[in-house]
């Protein structure tokens, strides 16, 4: 069964970090691109970072470039995002996805086909 699992979510100050882990099963990320999104309450979703397996080039949206950090573990199959700076507008509901096909490349422009289940980050003093 394929399977992601977020983990790392929770309460922190504004100006503070958090890092959320993406645990992948049932699949290897080795040829796989993995991307974040988020969506908060009232708002669309959108896709915040990616980490292409075939080159390891990463994309970050503007919204969080030089305070994010994408990486992944293939021994572990696991991809992180280390979040540092928080601010209140981070507040969103996080989520790990991937595409199947496209040679591990970044889709940010496509649907992705699987998804972890998200966890919540909030950002509040």
């Known amino acids: 069964q394929v399977q992601f699992v977020e983990s790392g979510g929770g309460l922190v100050q504004p100006g503070g970090s958090l890092r959320l882990s993406c645990a992948a099963s049932?699949?290897?990320?080795?040829?796989?691109?993995v991307a974040w999104f988020r969506q908060a309450p009232g708002k669309e979703r959108e896709g915040i970072s990616c980490?292409?397996?075939?080159?390891?080039?990463?994309y970050y949206a503007d919204s969080v470039k030089g305070r994010f950090t994408i990486s992944t573990d293939y021994a572990k199959n696991t991809a992180d995002l280390q979040m540092n700076s928080l601010r209140v507008e981070d507040t969103a509901v996080y989520y790990c996805?991937?595409?199947?096909?496209?040679?591990?490349?970044?889709?940010?422009?496509?649907?992705?086909?699987?998804w972890g289940q998200g966890t919540q980050v909030t950002v509040s003093s």
């Open positions: 049932g699949f290897t990320l080795d040829y796989l691109a």
């Open positions: 980490i292409s397996s075939n080159d390891g080039s990463t």
């Open positions: 996805a991937t595409w199947s096909g496209y040679s591990g490349r970044c889709q940010m422009d496509v649907e992705a086909d699987y």
